[in-house]
């Protein structure tokens, strides 16, 4: 591994611009001396003197001996730091302006302004993490909700990489006893005892391989939010009811961009559960040829979703289910479907009463598909009637498993194709094992298992390119 | 003064939303122990076992023995801290998620959580600082160009308070010898040598608070901006001179929403010096009563500019200007004025070169008005042509003095309002000792004297209205 300009000292604003409190990190093996000359303290010996792990008040002194801010300085000292460098962190006040002045000032005096994740990447190149709790540093950043906490807990205090290291192990055991193998290949009594045990070792690395990949699907959605598709005709009230989804929410709704992800759609948290909605182009009534181009649009989006909400317009709710029912229907396989009988209040009050007991659509549906399992709902967006009711039934269909601390669920693409591949390369095992085929080409697929898995805690074999595809989303500072 | 419930423990998060460290506040008697119960050290003992100014690695601890974050504490012991009471600092990852789980917990275990400014507020009631050195910690906050964060500076670190200090002692003297006066008023001898003296010191005293009351023009300016209203007919091009003047500069220009100002117009820091742009309505060329109406309002917001940028379309300078001198010259008296010719592209070629070296009004308002001290300059806005030399103008009609962090300047409208009544309490000394009023009438006005300097400092005269006027403005967490 080619070990990147980690031999400078590196600074950065870490606090976002406007609150009460602003801390510039500075880390490498000039921070301490670096500080010192931009630093005054109040009283006692220079930073150089003093203890790690102490906090020392005094001023920033600027140019033409003007006093920048009044600070207070934590100090660490190597390996025993974030980074695993010598490190101060400077405390101002938050002004920008003040800020910047600190910045310019250390940089002056030797620093370089940091790149985004860059002290976590020290952290890793020095050996204080592991690249997988290095990644889960910035999921833990980004987490909105209890779930996405709990799953970058458990991986930044290196839950994960023990499940990886056990398994490593057993690996590494399944290929010195292959090897014991073909050293004494000549014995064949001892090939056979030697084959059971191994396929038995074989099959528990795959059960657990298998589960890690399986369980990235709740940590996707955990992490990224469930993929819920609003879709029906633009009359229906679509816009309306997303609206009043997010307007009830808007307090916790997240608009942080990722540190992880590129961009994030409209998101919410009800009840701890993260939800995605994927915005679905209305479905137009207009000449055949443009509604089915519209439909089929949306109909890729409705895709990527685990859960649909088909919004109807109850004044015309027979009319729009048929219309759709036999395009949306067979799309809907394998997902919650829920029929959101919307404007309920506007059908008069006889049938009123009928579509909050038992909405008009689902004698239509039921007859239309009798197999298909779904949920219906009366609501009137417009006027927020019904909109907890909905947001229940989506917790309920979003059934995702409690996820706790202890928990190793995969929340990483990156994992999870290295998972993937390592998982491939034991069914290869498996299935060498099982047609006999000779140790040594049996081991390398064994070889191959243990490097996908050793990509996802790093080491030896990460390559910049890949180091720098994971920092760089993360943010300045971290 | 009321010490209002400074008797409990308060906590806050401080940093802004969205960095990669995010720290929480906690002051009050209980700070320590309440830290405790939800924080676990990595070893050694609990917070309450160790040395102030120390840090500690370990781990909030949340509920179902769950771990909400890996944390660093500060830890301060009162008097020695901010506030002057026992505090910490609990410096997390910048997830919002963990930010306020850690403040719940915090609140469970007996915290409430801070109100705007509550810690400075503490500080102030708790003796750290006077009531000047507190109001200069949001501005200090709030400053964003070289100029208002050295007057905060200053301000923070008392060299107001030394200033006023010095003339309340040099009041007191004069206070104790008028009363000396008044107890040897029989010695009639005695009196003359007095009033000689006394007025030497009253009119050093004079001299000092009006040399402060003069100065809040200048801090004005540096904290609020240098007010420049830009006047024109609709079709002058104000509004395109406007944004081409805040887009060359747009990655200065501020959008804090002050801490200690309200609403801020659009500014912008050109060389170091803050400018605030009024908007002013164009004034139409429609029928008569509706344009003296127009050049009505963009007067009265004309009045509160210190320069006024006039722009005129050069291709029909002169009938603009002859249009609205008579009604602009008379009200830019003591303003410094810019005629800003727009439009000299659209001149013709002769014409532009004519424009460029003498613009066309120039001539024109010289012989309307002989008397005004104004500038002249050509711009093409759209094309941005000339915007730096406007710049260079502006900075120029500025004309604030340098000031260094030594120099004592007053920022404060509360402080101007303050000295306003000082200065006229020692004006009224002034006059009863010329007028040879008896001394316990000039010792009346002494002491309304006295109580206005140290309304600005304040103490125990301070009263709980003044002090939430004050600290509602300030961000949480400071």
Do not use: C, W
């Given at each position: 591994m080619n070990i990147l300009y980690t031999d400078d000292t590196i600074c950065a604003i870490a606090t976002a611009q406007g609150g009460a409190i602003g801390t510039i990190r500075v880390s490498g093996k000039e921070a301490i001396t670096i500080?010192?000359?931009?630093?005054?303290?109040?009283s006692g010996p220079t930073l150089s003197g003093r203890k790690p792990y102490t906090l020392t008040f005094g001023h920033i002194n600027g140019e033409n001996s003007e006093i920048v801010d009044e600070v207070l300085v934590s100090l660490f000292r190597g390996p025993h730091s974030y980074t695993g460098e010598d490190s101060t962190e400077i405390s101002c006040h938050g002004s920008s302006y003040i800020l910047q002045q600190v910045m310019q000032l250390l940089i002056k005096n030797g620093c370089r302004a940091a790149g985004p994740g860059e002290f976590t990447q020290r952290a890793f190149l020095n050996?204080?993490?592991?690249?997988?709790?290095?990644?889960?540093?910035?999921?833990?950043?980004?987490?909105?909700?209890?779930?996405?906490?709990?799953?970058?807990?458990?991986?930044?205090?290196?839950?994960?990489?023990?499940?990886?290291?056990?398994?490593?192990e057993k690996l590494l055991h399944l290929t010195s006893l292959m090897e014991l193998e073909l050293d004494f290949s000549d014995h064949e009594e001892l090939e056979f005892a030697d084959r059971s045990e191994l396929s038995q070792i074989a099959s528990?690395?795959?059960?657990?391989?298998?589960?890690?990949?399986?369980?990235?699907?709740?940590?996707?959605?955990?992490?990224?939010?469930?993929?819920?598709?609003?879709?029906?005709?633009?009359?229906?009230?679509?816009?309306?009811?997303?609206?009043?989804?997010?307007?009830?929410?808007?307090?916790?709704?997240?608009?942080?961009?990722?540190?992880?992800?590129?961009?994030?759609?409209?998101?919410?948290?009800?009840?701890?559960?993260?939800?995605?909605?994927i915005d679905t182009a209305g479905i137009r009534e207009t000449s055949d040829t443009i509604e089915s181009i519209g439909i089929e649009r949306s109909f890729q989006k409705l895709d990527q979703a685990s859960i649909v909400l088909w919004v109807i317009d109850s004044t015309e709710a027979e009319t729009q289910i048929n219309a759709l029912k036999d395009k949306v229907i067979p799309r809907c396989e394998g997902k919650k479907l829920i029929l959101v009988m919307n404007k309920c209040d506007m059908v008069n009050n006889a049938e009123q009463s009928d579509c909050l007991k038992e909405p008009s659509g689902a004698t239509i549906l039921t007859s239309a598909d009798s197999g298909m399992n779904y949920e219906m709902i009366s609501i009137a967006a417009k006027q927020r009637e019904g909109i907890t009711e909905l947001q229940k039934l989506?917790?309920?269909?979003?059934?995702?498993?409690?996820?706790?601390?202890?928990?190793?669920?995969?929340?990483?693409?990156?994992?999870?194709?290295?998972?993937?591949?390592?998982?491939?390369?034991i069914h290869r095992v498996q299935e060498g094992m099982s047609i006999g085929l000779s140790g040594d080409l049996v081991s390398q697929d064994l070889r191959e298992c243990l490097f996908h898995l050793a990509e996802i805690v790093g080491g030896e074999i990460t390559n910049d390119e890949v180091l720098g595809n994971i920092f760089k989303n993360f943010c300045i500072g971290k």
């Open positions: 500080t010192d000359k931009i630093f005054t303290p109040a050996g204080k993490m592991d690249l997988s709790q290095a990644e889960a540093v910035a999921d833990l950043i980004a987490s909105t909700s209890a779930a996405s906490h709990r799953m970058a807990m458990n991986q930044m205090r290196g839950g994960f990489s023990r499940e990886l290291s056990q398994l490593r528990q690395v795959e059960g657990v391989i298998n589960g890690l990949v399986q369980s990235f699907s709740v940590g996707n959605a955990i992490k990224n939010g469930i993929p819920v598709a609003i879709i029906g005709e633009t009359n229906a009230g679509k816009s309306t009811l997303l609206n009043a989804l997010l307007n009830e929410e808007r307090a916790i709704v997240s608009d942080i961009h990722g540190t992880t992800r590129d961009v994030i759609e409209d998101t919410m948290n009800i009840k701890g559960i993260l939800f995605r909605f989506l917790v309920k269909a979003a059934a995702l498993p409690e996820v706790t601390q202890n928990d190793v669920v995969v929340s990483n693409v990156r994992h999870y194709e290295a998972l993937s591949h390592a998982l491939e390369a």
